[in-house]
């Protein structure tokens, strides 16, 4: 089981008295410090018009991490593709992975966010088969024939048809991944993507998803075991006393921030959540991987059985707000700490 660090999202916390610039300089450098600590990836997030800054580019900051960075792969979890030009994508995705010596995975999504669409287009009703369509003509134009054709409708482009370039320094282009959880999205991950992604969900749940891409793909006549499983779930890993109490406003923040954007459209004013009741605090803390290196290592082993040797897991331990020193001790504890043991577990006997 490979074990990722993230996802940076660059988030501007109402209590962070730090500048964008210094937040996303501290993205990077928390991307550098994860490859030093062993991490086999490192992953952002996205989202667009959100009043904290969440980040809305990604393959720019992942080409700035692939400027300073050298082994560490670097995934986009995920990029809401139906928002994106194509071909204009292809290229952006192109760049990064040459910057990065071909370590870029290319994890997409449809999104849901009505703000999000009517801003960047792509709502149409047919984000599936956007979605569908963008994958195809991303292989094609990593490729090297001419982008030409209509696909399904949505994408049309006249003879002679386009040569993308630059080509991705690996044959074919980056690995794509689909980060999905409804079913018919699952299964559309077997059929197409390289990878899946899922969010935070329980280890028997996310084992029915796999068992779905795995449908999936015996369906479209694809091996279901070239397919990468992975899933990020919450994580803060530290070394004395309780965990949560260290953790959990910028927890529920983080998780909070997913309800409120889908509320405030057009706002321009960072706000905290209401206070938590007992009631949320509870469920929040069960859907948290917080504690000691050997809780945070016994829960994150439940989900090897779901993902298998070759899956990822992706500790979202990146917490918008999170003071900077506590969020550096803490991304060194699951790498000093955490990953040697899972890796022994990992080892053959």
């Known amino acids: ?110 999104g849901w966010r009505d703000e999000e669409f009517r801003g960047l287009g792509g709502a149409d009703g047919h984000k599936g088969r956007r979605l569908e369509a963008i994958i195809e003509i991303l292989r094609q134009a990593w490729s090297d024939d001419l982008v030409l054709g209509d696909r399904g409708g949505i994408y049309r482009y006249p003879a002679p048809g386009f040569n993308v370039t630059p080509k991705p320094s690996r044959p074919g282009g980056p690995p794509i991944w689909i980060g999905a959880g409804a079913p018919v999205a699952v299964e559309r991950a077997g059929r197409l993507a390289d990878g899946y992604l899922s969010s935070r969900i329980a280890p028997a749940g996310l084992a029915e998803r796999v068992d779905l891409l795995r449908q999936g793909a015996l369906a479209a006549g694809r091996d279901p075991a070239a397919i990468t499983a ?48 007992d009631e949320v605090e509870t469920q929040l803390r069960r859907r948290t991987i917080a504690g000691t290196p050997d809780q945070v290592i016994e829960q994150i082993e439940a ?17 918008p707000g999170l003071d900077p020193a506590i969020q550096r001790e803490s991304l060194q504890v699951l790498g000093e700490e955490v990953l040697p043991k899972l890796a022994a577990r990992s080892a053959p006997p």
């Open 1 to 110: 089981m490979h074990v990722g660090y993230g996802l940076i999202t660059a988030q501007h916390h109402p209590n962070d008295r730090r500048s964008d610039v210094e937040i996303y300089r501290e993205g990077i450098e928390l991307a550098v410090e994860a490859e030093r600590l062993g991490f086999a990836t490192v992953w952002t997030s996205e989202h667009h018009f959100v009043d904290d800054g969440y980040m809305p580019s990604q393959l720019p900051f992942l080409a700035a991490v692939a400027a300073r960075t050298e082994r560490i792969l670097l995934g986009t979890g995920v990029l809401l593709a139906p928002m994106f030009d194509p071909l204009h994508l292809a290229e952006d995705a192109a760049t990064v992975d040459l910057i990065s010596n071909g370590r870029l995975i290319l994890g997409l999504g449809i």
């Open 303 to 319: 989900y090897r059985g779901a993902i298998g040797p070759e899956g990822h897991f992706v500790a979202r331990a990146y917490f």
């Open 230 to 277: 992975a899933i990020h779930h919450p994580v803060f890993a530290w070394r004395d006393g309780d965990a949560w109490p260290v953790v959990r406003e910028l927890a529920r923040y983080m998780a909070w921030k997913y309800e409120d954007m889908d509320d405030a459209r057009g706002s321009t004013a960072r706000r905290l959540p209401p206070p938590m009741t």
